[in-house]
Each structure stands twice: as structure tokens, then as C-alpha cells.
């Protein structure tokens, strides 16, 4: 027997349902979480100026006390408002075990005080705790974070034994370089000491960075200048710490984190089937007698008009919402397989098809639209768009030695034709599909916008610099010929992007990014909190320990400038002007941290701050660079892998025109859906049999 009210039935299925789908107040926090973590643009150190170079940079604008404050504290009170709510729909028993609701209040209390603590010093104190408290909220609100975040924690211990092992291979070399390289009687043979090998820290971070090839071979040159046989040295340890290491930690951390992420994917799927199951058992008992004793088996179904009555209370988009309908009115009653298949229309999106095209009476338009339709005329529009491009191309080799005002109007008259044809294209699509066949693709709407932009832009420079070969090259309005000019080409060059509808391969590489911001977001997420703390405490320890050179100094001559380069060392901070990548505010932060993980001359930003600070600060560093470089951007990279082999595998039986279809069942969820298992009838009923609020009886 079931006990259980009709509300709860509904309380129950809507839950579920905004399991899966989302709603309106999840999209609100979301926005809340947004504005509460851009806030550190704003606050000081405020990025809000035209450059990060301090040579050059005017005081940037700062918001008086009081006002992101009160933003803040709307942000902080909508937090309270989900945290209540949350709390008392899982009760306060449950509560005191769900560790990110503790640390949910937790964080909100921590960000209330320091808030309260900074208005009483009228905004004027050194630390604020709370800036790097508030990426958790993002983190809190997305429960594949969690997952994902749960997942890398199992994965560490695997993490740890590669890292373990470069570090012993790193040490091994280290000493081996001391070694090598100690300094000797003759200063002749003491450049690779003096550069690299000076002392054991020096010779560690000279190493990790040629572990990255950021100094390669810079490292080497001292000693291979000497002899030859130097080279021996580092190749070998390049090649077993780049080549061998560094791509088996990739591998590992792939196959470790796709394990762990596959039992996660099959926990959730367990837990929806469960919930969905749950739903079939309670919306089986309506409209039956009470003495019958539902057992969870496949001779139980539930009525269409009953499923039909539930949906009217959901909210869900309109394409699942008919998705789910058009299935029910198939049959009048369904068993639990056909229940659960019901909602497997959650994990799709919408499916464009195309409307018919108009049909013509007139034998001669009725041909013209079918050899517009060919597939031909696309590829035709291609060709012509590929010859525009080589021919700015080509213009652009020609006069790259000329001014702007010498330059001819050749190339606008050549563009002017070509603007031509893409109209007549557009317009012949138009003819042979109809407009709401023409926008049904997004190829055609790209297209289209395309060229309307370029018939817009070439009509303004007609009425404002008149035809070509007869006009004034002077500056009028807001533009000058040259920048409208540049932005037709500019425009005409990002036209040529719609090949890629039409090549298969490409079409399946733009689907898999596209799919990556689509599916992939918490990975991208949790690096986007990365981020946030690291710059945080970046400025917390950094924030204007480099002091350029006085702007007046700068300014008497350029000669002076360059000579003063030549006097610094080669490769420096100072030598290279990395003014412009620091620590002075969030928005510089972000920057000089995205720098470092790309590895490229990394060891300058380390070295500088090492000599402006301490030699303690290769520690910030040297962690940012195995969070974001090793661990997280391998792992990104395994996941694009892992989402193009799906593709890639889903695709081989589809045409070109098809390839945009397969995008609307790739989810995370569907890329592991092979190696998931389905949990039994049994299993379900089992785990239903001990839940809380639904008391079955046997």
C-alpha cells in the first residue's frame, strides 16, 4: 500500500522534473552568483581604466563607499533567502549531513561580518576575506561542480604518484646539473654556473621550467658552447620529463577522472531513475482501489490522461513539454519501461526541422527552384567567397608597404561586385526556400546577417565618401574611409567562416565546441574559481610590488628608452616591458595568470617577483602553474577528446546536412550512456521500500 497525498505527488514529480530540467529560480541565482563575482572589477583595486601598464595608467574610477557594498549585501540577503529554503525542504535533520549547506551558511556568515567590519572602516581596509570566499557559491549552485570537484579529489592520489615521480626526476637532475656544472678556476667554463647553477633553488627552477621548454634552449647554450657533449644532459632530461612523464600524467589524470566521472554519471542516472520510478509507483495507485497492492512490476501502467494532467502543472520548455505529449498520446496507458523512456526527451534538445518550401505554379520557377536548391549553388557560393578573400588578400600583400591614403579603391570596387553577388545569393535562397525555409538554418542566418552588414557598410561609404575614384580620403563622421573600409574586409573575411557548414569534418569540429559550452561547463566553471582565488591572492600578496620606471624619465626621448633597454639583462621583466602583466588589479590578475599557464616565458614573471618580493613567491606560482597547466588544461583536453571521439563515432553514418542534428542528444550524461549500467526493476523498488515519505507495503 502507498500513503500519500496528491500534493505531495506533485511536490514530488515537480521535484524530480527540476532535477532535470532547471527553472526559473535557478537562473536567478545564477545571475545573483554573477554579479556578486564581477563586483571584483569594480572594487579596489578597481580595473576600471584603459591600461594595466602603470607607466601609463591615469587613476582608474573608483565607486564610492557604499555602493557595490550595497549590491553585495542584495546578493548576500538573496543567498539567505535560497539557503532558508533549501534548508527547510530537506529538514534540519538532513541538514547537519549535507556538508556544502554548512558551508553554504558558513560562507554567507563569513561574507556578512567582513562586510559589516568594511563599512565600519568606510571601505578603506587592506583585506577583504570575503572576495575569496565567493567563487564557493558558484560551486554550491551547480550540483556537476560538486561532482566534478568529488571526482578530482579521488583522482589525486593517482595525480600524486606521477607528480611524485617528476619531482624525484627533477631533483635526480638537479643534482646531476650541480654536479655537472660547479664552478671551476677558469671563468671561462663558469656561464652555465653563473646563469643556471648558481645555488640548489636556482638550479630547481631552471629545471622545472625547462620541464615546461619555456627556456629551451636558453638553458643549454652556456654549456654547449664549452662542449657538445652538455647537450647529452638536457636532451635526456627533456625527454623523460616533457616527452614520458608529462604526457603519462595526462593519460592518468584522463583515465583516472574518467572513471570516477563514469560512476558519478551512473549515481545520477540511478537517482533519476529512482525518482522517475517513484513517480510511475504513486501515479499507478490513481484511480485504482486501495486494496490492490502495487508490487513495482511491468503489469502495472498508468493512463496517458493521468500523465497528461501532471504535465500541465510542470514548467518545462514548450519543445519538451509536446516532445513528452506527442509519446503519450501514442498510448493510452504505459508500462514503467515506457515511463522511464518517456523522459529520455529531457536530455535532447530541439530538433529544428525545416518547413516546406513554397511551391510555384509557373513551370520556369518551379526549375529555377530546384537548381537553386542544389547543393552546387552552395558550393558555387563558396567558391566566390574564397575568391574575395584572396583577393583582399592579395591587395592587402601589395600595398602593405603603402600608407593609407595612397592606397587605391581597387579592392572596394572588387568588393563592391562580390557584395553584389551574396545579395543575389541571398535573395535566390530566399526565392527557392521561402524566409522561414532560409532562416530554418543557421548557416543561412549567419550568412544573411553577414551580408546584410556588408550592403550597410558599403552603403554608408557611398553616402558619406561618394563612389569610388572620385572622393575626398579626409575623415567625415565618426569613421574615416580606411576604417570602414577595414571593417567591409574584416566583415568579408568572417563571411568566409560558412564553409563550415558545408565541410563535414569542420561541421563536426564547430558542433564539438560548441557542444563543450554547452555540456561542458562545470570543468570550465571550477577553472573559472581557480582563477578568481588565485587572482585574489595574487593581489593580496602582490598587488604594487613592481615599481616601473618614472613616466617623466620615459618620455624625454625614445633613444633614451632603447638604450636603457640594452643596459638591462636580456629576457627580464624590465627588458621584455612586461609592465602591463601585474598584480595591481582583478582584470590585470586574470591576465598575468592566464600568461603563466601557458608556460611561455613564464620563468620572467617568477623571476621578477622572486627578485621584487622573496624567493618564497616561486611557491604561488609553481602551484598556479601544476593547478591550471598540468592538471586542468590536460584534463580539458582529454574531455574535448573524449566529446569529438563521440561525435566523431555518432557521425560516420550521417551526411553533412545531418551533422547539425546529432548535436541535439550530446550531453555529458549521453557521451558515457554506453558503458552505464541500467539500475533493475528490483534494485528500484528495493531503495523505494526504504524511502522516507513513500511507505509501500508488500
Known amino acids: 500500500m502507498i500513503t500519500v497525498t496528491r500534493p505531495v505527488l506533485y511536490l514530488y514529480l515537480t521535484f524530480v522534473l527540476a532535477k532535470m530540467c532547471g527553472s526559473r529560480e535557478k537562473r536567478s541565482l545564477g545571475t545573483t552568483i554573477a554579479v556578486i563575482l564581477s563586483l571584483a572589477f569594480c572594487e579596489k583595486p578597481s580595473s576600471l581604466s584603459y591600461t594595466s601598464d602603470p607607466r601609463y595608467k591615469s587613476s582608474?574610477?573608483?565607486?564610492?563607499?557604499?555602493?557595490?557594498?550595497?549590491?553585495?549585501?542584495?546578493?548576500?540577503?538573496?543567498?539567505?533567502?535560497?539557503?532558508?529554503?533549501?534548508?527547510?525542504?530537506?529538514?534540519?535533520h538532513e541538514f547537519w549531513k549535507t556538508k556544502w549547506l554548512i558551508g553554504y551558511i558558513f560562507a554567507i556568515a563569513t561574507s556578512v561580518i567582513d562586510w559589516t567590519l568594511s563599512l565600519s572602516m568606510l571601505c578603506n581596509e587592506t583585506l577583504r576575506i570575503r572576495r575569496v570566499i565567493r567563487p564557493f557559491f558558484l560551486l554550491q549552485n551547480s550540483s556537476l561542480m560538486k561532482k566534478t570537484l568529488k571526482c578530482l579529489k579521488r583522482t589525486l592520489p593517482e595525480?600524486?604518484?606521477?607528480?611524485?615521480?617528476?619531482?624525484?626526476?627533477?631533483?635526480?637532475?638537479?643534482?646531476?646539473?650541480?654536479?655537472?656544472?660547479?664552478?671551476?678556476?677558469?671563468?671561462?667554463?663558469n656561464g652555465e654556473w653563473e646563469s643556471y647553477f648558481t645555488d640548489l633553488p636556482k638550479s630547481l627552477s631552471s629545471l622545472l621550467v625547462l620541464l615546461t621548454t619555456a627556456n629551451n634552449p636558453d638553458v643549454m647554450i652556456p654549456a654547449y658552447s664549452v662542449h657538445r657533449g652538455y647537450s647529452i644532459f638536457f636532451i635526456l632530461f627533456s625527454v623523460f620529463g616533457t616527452y614520458f612523464l608529462m604526457n603519462l600524467l595526462t593519460a592518468i589524470i584522463y583515465n583516472q577522472?574518467?572513471?570516477?566521472?563514469?560512476?558519478?554519471?551512473?549515481?545520477?542516472?540511478?537517482?533519476?531513475?529512482?525518482?522517475?520510478?517513484?513517480?510511475?509507483?504513486?501515479?499507478?495507485?490513481?484511480?485504482?482501489?486501495?486494496?490492490?497492492?502495487?508490487?513495482?512490476?511491468?503489469?502495472?501502467?498508468?493512463?496517458?490522461?493521468?500523465?497528461?494532467?501532471?504535465?500541465?502543472?510542470?514548467?518545462?520548455?514548450?519543445?519538451?513539454?509536446?516532445?513528452?505529449?506527442?509519446?503519450?498520446?501514442?498510448?493510452?496507458?504505459?508500462?514503467?519501461?515506457?515511463?522511464?523512456?518517456?523522459?529520455?526527451?529531457?536530455?535532447?534538445?530541439?530538433?529544428?526541422?525545416?518547413?516546406?518550401?513554397?511551391?510555384?505554379?509557373?513551370y520556369f520557377l518551379q526549375h529555377l527552384q530546384r537548381v537553386i536548391s542544389h547543393y552546387s549553388v552552395t558550393v558555387l557560393g563558396n567558391v566566390v567567397a574564397l575568391a574575395n578573400v584572396i583577393c583582399i588578400c592579395t591587395v592587402l600583400v601589395l600595398d602593405s608597404e603603402k600608407t593609407v591614403t595612397e592606397r587605391d579603391d581597387y579592392l572596394e570596387v572588387i568588393n563592391c561586385v562580390f557584395i553584389l553577388f551574396y545579395c543575389l545569393e541571398m535573395a535566390l535562397k530566399i526565392f527557392a526556400f521561402g524566409w522561414k525555409g532560409?532562416?530554418?538554418?543557421?548557416?543561412?542566418?549567419?550568412?544573411?546577417?553577414?551580408?546584410?552588414?556588408?550592403?550597410?557598410?558599403?552603403?554608408?561609404?557611398?553616402?558619406?565618401?561618394?563612389?569610388?575614384?572620385?572622393?575626398?580620403?579626409?575623415?567625415?563622421?565618426?569613421?574615416?574611409?580606411?576604417?570602414?573600409?577595414?571593417?567591409?574586409?574584416?566583415?568579408?573575411?568572417?563571411?568566409?567562416?560558412?564553409?563550415?557548414?558545408?565541410?563535414?569534418?569542420?561541421?563536426?569540429?564547430?558542433?564539438?565546441?560548441?557542444?563543450?559550452v554547452k555540456n561542458l561547463r562545470?570543468?570550465?566553471?571550477?577553472?573559472?574559481?581557480?582563477?578568481?582565488?588565485?587572482?585574489?591572492?595574487?593581489?593580496?600578496?602582490?598587488?604594487?610590488?613592481?615599481?616601473?620606471?618614472?613616466?617623466?624619465?620615459?618620455?624625454?626621448?625614445?633613444?633614451e628608452n632603447i638604450s636603457a633597454n640594452l643596459s638591462m639583462e636580456c629576457g627580464t621583466y624590465e627588458q621584455l616591458e612586461y609592465w602591463p602583466n601585474n598584480f595591481d588589479d582583478f582584470a590585470s590578475s586574470l591576465v598575468l595568470l592566464y600568461n603563466i599557464m601557458v608556460v611561455n616565458n613564464w620563468h620572467v614573471f617568477t623571476d621578477a617577483y622572486s627578485r621584487y618580493t622573496t624567493e618564497w613567491s616561486k611557491v604561488y606560482f609553481v602551484s598556479w602553474w601544476l593547478v591550471?597547466?598540468?592538471?586542468?588544461?590536460?584534463?580539458?583536453?582529454?574531455?574535448?577528446?573524449e566529446n569529438f571521439t563521440y561525435r566523431w563515432d555518432h557521425s560516420q553514418a550521417?551526411?553533412?546536412?545531418?551533422?547539425?542534428?546529432?548535436?541535439?542528444?550530446?550531453?555529458?550524461?549521453?557521451?558515457?550512456?554506453?558503458?552505464?549500467?541500467?539500475?533493475?526493476?528490483?534494485?528500484?523498488?528495493?531503495?523505494?521500500?526504504?524511502?522516507?515519505?513513500?511507505h509501500l507495503s508488500s
Not at 65 to 73: F, K, N, Q, V, W
Not at 160 to 178: N, P, Q, R
Not at 325 to 337: E, L, N, R, V
Not at 628 to 641: D, G, K, R
Request: with cysteine; proline share 4%; hydrophobic share 45%.
Open 60 to 92: 582608474p574610477w573608483e565607486p564610492p563607499c557604499g555602493l557595490t557594498e550595497s549590491i553585495e549585501m542584495v546578493c548576500l540577503c538573496i543567498f539567505i533567502l535560497d539557503f532558508s529554503v533549501k534548508s527547510y525542504l530537506i529538514g534540519w
Open 159 to 189: 595525480m600524486a604518484s606521477v607528480i611524485l615521480l617528476l619531482a624525484l626526476h627533477l631533483c635526480l637532475f638537479t643534482m646531476f646539473g650541480m654536479l655537472l656544472f660547479a664552478k671551476t678556476e677558469n671563468p671561462k667554463y
Open 257 to 362: 577522472f574518467r572513471g570516477y566521472l563514469l560512476m558519478s554519471v551512473q549515481t545520477s542516472i540511478y537517482r533519476r531513475r529512482l525518482g522517475i520510478h517513484a513517480a510511475f509507483v504513486v501515479l499507478s495507485c490513481q484511480g485504482q482501489d486501495h486494496s490492490k497492492k502495487p508490487t513495482g512490476t511491468e503489469s502495472e501502467q498508468v493512463p496517458g490522461a493521468v500523465v497528461l494532467k501532471v504535465m500541465e502543472r510542470m514548467q518545462v520548455k514548450s519543445y519538451y513539454r509536446q516532445a513528452i505529449i506527442k509519446k503519450i498520446a501514442a498510448d493510452s496507458s504505459m508500462t514503467g519501461q515506457t515511463f522511464q523512456r518517456l523522459f529520455d526527451e529531457l536530455d535532447k534538445d530541439q530538433i529544428k526541422e525545416h518547413p516546406p518550401k513554397p511551391e510555384y505554379q509557373h
Open 438 to 516: 532560409y532562416l530554418s538554418y543557421k548557416s543561412n542566418i549567419f550568412d544573411g546577417l553577414s551580408t546584410i552588414l556588408l550592403l550597410v557598410f558599403q552603403i554608408s561609404v557611398f553616402s558619406a565618401y561618394q563612389l569610388p575614384f572620385c572622393r575626398r580620403k579626409d575623415k567625415h563622421g565618426l569613421m574615416s574611409l580606411w576604417e570602414m573600409v577595414r571593417l567591409i574586409n574584416m566583415l568579408i573575411v568572417f563571411r568566409f567562416l560558412r564553409i563550415i557548414a558545408d565541410i563535414k569534418l569542420m561541421a563536426l569540429v564547430a558542433s564539438t565546441l560548441i557542444d563543450l
Open 522 to 559: 562545470a570543468f570550465a566553471g571550477i577553472l573559472v574559481v581557480v582563477y578568481y582565488v588565485y587572482a585574489v591572492l595574487g593581489i593580496w600578496l602582490f598587488q604594487g610590488s613592481i615599481s616601473p620606471p618614472d613616466h617623466n624619465s620615459l618620455s624625454n626621448s625614445s633613444m
Open 628 to 641: 591550471s597547466s598540468v592538471i586542468w588544461v590536460n584534463l580539458f583536453i582529454a574531455l574535448i577528446l
Open 654 to 694: 550521417f551526411s553533412v546536412v545531418d551533422v547539425e542534428r546529432t548535436a541535439y542528444q550530446t550531453s555529458v550524461q549521453l557521451m558515457f550512456r554506453e558503458q552505464v549500467q541500467e539500475p533493475t526493476e528490483e534494485e528500484l523498488m528495493a531503495t523505494l521500500q526504504q524511502h522516507p515519505y513513500l
